[in-house]
């Protein structure tokens, strides 16, 4: 009825175009049937940026099936887990596609006349679900936050309370540390080495134990297992909470993910509801910046200074700092620093850029460095030492005795070439820059150790490269676009005046 009524006074608003009654029912109407139109495909695409929003989050649950055993974990026998490995193949290269279409300079005609981004509007509601459900899971495992703390967690922490103790961080050895907080020995990073070297496969708990108690009666582990491997900002920022409870240090990182939500939010400005979605979003991706955060890893606040670098990647000198603050922190960022730069080839303020960076990243290591001279041959050590194969890429093959006695410099080349390919597509085609930019870690998938934490920080990437990058083109182009019908339309109504 009131639908009904609403056409009744528009139809009487063209008879009469002095009433002010009939135009404000004619501007409702207009958004009663603007809705209904977006929802069946016709009327007005919506902004070009939640389209590319959508293919994220679709890209988003591919990569949550990319690591994904639960066939393997319930049907015994190799061909089960050679079709799981199947699945969780076509998901990251489905995920990989999905980021490079959302990414890409240009969205593909047929993207564009699908319109996908009609589905954000229900991302307010998506982002209420979300922000219970996350909430809720948060605050039912901060009890058991010290059982989901992994050792280079432990190490972070262990490297913070030496330094406020006056102590070197990069001499404390890891199974002691892990003693030290309640950890099993299990967790420890094992090096292929001594007692593990014959071990082709990732060892057992046992054999961990074993070797673990067997170097302990040598003197320490310090050789057999990795110690604190990360630059020096990783221990310093826990510093006000070496001391304190696991949930205190799970609180301490979330505040940091708080903080990122409100730039973020305050960046995406009326797709806010969508962003924020999306990270949290990522808290369901095993190793994701938001995951880490909620159970106080420290590496969180460098995956955060990363996405912060690009998400204010308009200006420089912030930006900067925060790239640098990131590789003083955790070396994925270093690897990351390619692609920032090549992000940014065409962007203003690149000399102020650059300088920001490797000033905050000097300041950042080397007084430490000064302070602590262990620092650069134990993270050294803990770079070059033969490792176990671990992760969910091609290397699975490996761990499920598919490929026998390989050689780890076959991946780490296989890593390295695909690397430079990435680079090499953005540096050539334009359209794909911010796409191979943001893909550039991706590339770890094919790596000896294609752990979890480094794909997870893809999509904040293209989340925050979206946002900051390509939502404002869009507009641009959109602007454009419509400029011939709104001169038809002054061209018009000047005719009719």
Request: glycine share 8%; proline share 7%; charged share 15%.
């Amino acid at each position: 009825m009131r639908f009904r009524r609403l056409a009744a006074a528009y139809r009487l608003d063209k008879t009469n175009p002095l009433g002010v009654i009939g135009e404000e029912a004619r501007a409702k109407l207009r958004a009663l049937l603007g809705w209904r139109d977006l929802m069946l495909g016709r009327g007005r695409p919506g902004p070009p940026a939640a389209d590319r929003l959508l293919l994220l989050a679709v890209a988003l649950l591919a990569l949550r099936f990319a690591n994904w055993q639960w066939l393997s974990d319930r049907i015994p026998g190799r061909g089960a887990a050679l079709v799981n490995d199947g699945i969780e193949f076509g998901s990251y290269l489905l995920f990989v596609a999905l980021v490079a279409l959302a990414c890409r300079g240009r969205l593909p005609p047929r993207i564009r006349r699908w319109r996908p981004g009609r589905a954000l509007l229900l991302a307010p509601a998506v982002f209420l679900i979300l922000t219970a459900a996350v909430s809720l899971s948060v605050v039912r495992s901060l009890p058991a936050a010290q059982g989901r703390v992994d050792d280079a967690n432990a190490m972070a922490v262990c490297g913070a309370q030496a330094i406020s103790s006056g102590h070197d961080p990069y001499r404390v050895k890891e199974i002691a540390c892990l003693e030290r907080l309640g950890i099993p020995a299990t967790l420890a990073t094992p090096l292929r080495k001594g007692p593990l070297a014959g071990i082709d496969t990732y060892p057992t708990p046992a054999e961990i134990e074993m070797a673990a108690l067997a170097a302990s009666h040598h003197g320490g582990t310090q050789t057999l297992f990795s110690g604190l491997a990360k630059p020096p900002l990783d221990p310093a920022v826990m510093l006000p909470v070496a001391h304190s409870s696991p949930q205190d240090r799970a609180l301490w990182t979330l505040l940091f993910a708080v903080a990122f939500a409100v730039l973020l939010a305050l960046a995406a400005g009326s797709l806010w509801p969508a962003a924020l979605a999306a990270f949290l979003a990522t808290y369901y991706i095993p190793g994701s910046a938001l995951a880490f955060a909620s159970v106080g890893n420290a590496e969180s606040v460098a995956y955060l200074l990363m996405a912060v670098a690009v998400l204010w990647i308009r200006r420089p000198v912030p930006s900067g700092v925060c790239l640098g603050l990131a590789i003083a922190s955790n070396e994925l960022a270093l690897f990351f620093l390619p692609a920032y730069l090549l992000i940014c080839l065409r962007l203003d303020g690149g000399l102020r850029r650059v300088i920001a960076l490797v000033l905050t990243a000097a300041l950042g290591i080397v007084p430490w460095v000064v302070v602590f001279p262990d620092a650069v041959p134990a993270i050294w050590h803990n770079l070059t030492s033969p490792t176990f194969a671990l992760g969910y890429g091609p290397v699975l093959l490996v761990l499920q005795g598919v490929i026998r006695n390989p050689r780890p410099d076959l991946f780490l080349g296989a890593t390295g070439i695909c690397m430079v390919l990435i680079l090499l597509w953005g540096w050539l085609r334009p359209v794909w820059r911010i796409s191979a930019g943001v893909l550039l870690i991706a590339a770890f998938w094919l790596s000896w150790r294609s752990l979890d934490e480094y794909m997870a920080q893809v999509p904040l990437l293209a989340l925050v490269a979206i946002l900051a990058l390509l939502r404002d083109r869009d507009q641009t182009k959109t602007a454009e676009q419509r400029q011939p019908e709104v001169q038809e339309r002054a061209a018009g109504t000047g005719a009719v005046g």
